[in-house]
């Protein structure tokens, strides 16, 4: 299983997947589960693992089958997680 922590490997990648999340298209709200792995470098099936787990970025289930990341808090997520070579 892939930890939240290794889907992004540096604050840079992160910077760079926060900018192509928002990439120009200013009134996408939300993402499929496709879209948000491709973003962050993962497969779909650790999207959905990590949605199974409660451990991914939060999302609506809507009309029961349709999965929706919002774009705040695929944001905000990848914001919270940590990163690595924190040599002082």
Do not use: D
Request: proline share 5%.
């Amino acid at each position: 299983m892939i930890a939240p922590a290794q889907a992004m490997e540096s604050s840079v990648e992160r910077s760079a997947a926060a900018k192509a999340i928002r990439g120009g298209e200013a009134h996408v709200l939300f993402l499929n589960e496709v879209k948000v792995a491709e973003l962050i470098g993962v497969s779909v099936a650790t999207v959905r693992r990590w949605r199974l787990i409660g451990r991914g970025p939060k999302f609506l289930k809507i009309g029961g089958t349709l999965i929706r990341y919002p774009v705040e808090a695929l944001e905000t997520w990848l914001a919270s997680q940590p990163t690595g070579g924190g040599a002082e």
